[in-house]
């Protein structure tokens, strides 16, 4: 019965990602106008749908939808922000997506410990998912600068990968601890 969850979280997890990395993230300001204002934010719902996987799936759900994801886009199918193929590899924004795994894992092992059924922490597991993706992903850029990889300066890849969404990517926890935690005391999880 476990493999049969995890599979299943595995699955919905991949098209979660998948899904979300096509929906540009935005925020509802609430004004006293009708209607609300909405905020558009530098980033999409792919990295939250991640991070939703571990917090509600575990850690073995979303390293398999990580895995899986990675291998799409790998085998050129366009599901990545710039497009797919293998030479993806050489992009900048590969570390990021390579972080994928260890933060789905990191995620999901801090979402399942006893204790962890309330908003504050499954934020803190988010946050530590979202921060493991930028470590990668900044090691990526260093490496790749160090080798003289691509044209742009090393400052300005920080600021377009890792400073630019951030700020928004670490909102976007919030959220996915919103919607988590009805659902994981839904399903029985503790």
Same mark, same amino acid.
């Given at each position: 019965m476990r493999a049969l969850a995890t599979w299943s979280g595995a699955i919905a997890g991949l098209l979660l990602i998948l899904v979300g990395s096509l929906v540009p993230a935005a925020v509802l300001l609430p004004t006293a106008e009708f209607p609300t204002r909405v905020l558009s934010l530098p980033s999409t719902w792919q990295v939250p749908a991640l991070l939703f996987c571990g917090l509600v799936c575990g850690p073995r759900a979303g390293v398999m939808a990580a895995v899986a994801y990675i291998t799409i886009g790998l085998v050129d199918l366009p599901v990545?922000?710039?497009? #797919? #193929?293998?030479?993806?590899?050489?992009?900048?924004?590969?570390?990021?997506?390579?972080?994928?795994?260890?933060?789905?894992?990191?995620?999901?092992?801090? =979402?399942?410990?006893?204790?962890? !059924?309330?908003?504050?922490?499954?934020?803190?597991?988010?946050?530590?998912?979202?921060?493991?993706?930028?470590?990668?992903?900044?090691? !990526?850029? *260093?490496?790749? =600068? @160090?080798? !003289?990889?691509?044209?742009? @300066? *090393?400052?300005?890849?920080?600021?377009?990968?890792?400073l630019g969404p951030l700020p928004a990517q670490l909102a976007l926890c919030v959220a996915i601890a919103l919607l988590a935690l009805p659902i994981r005391r839904l399903l029985w999880i503790e």
């Open positions: 990545f922000h710039d497009g #797919g #193929g293998f030479g993806y590899v050489l992009t900048p924004a590969f570390g990021y997506l390579a972080g994928f795994v260890p933060a789905a894992w990191l995620t999901g092992r801090l =979402a399942h410990q006893s204790g962890m !059924n309330d908003l504050a922490r499954l934020t803190l597991a988010g946050v530590a998912g979202v921060i493991t993706i930028q470590l990668c992903g900044i090691l !990526n850029l *260093l490496l790749g =600068a @160090s080798l !003289n990889r691509w044209s742009d @300066s *090393l400052p300005e890849l920080l600021f377009s990968y890792s």
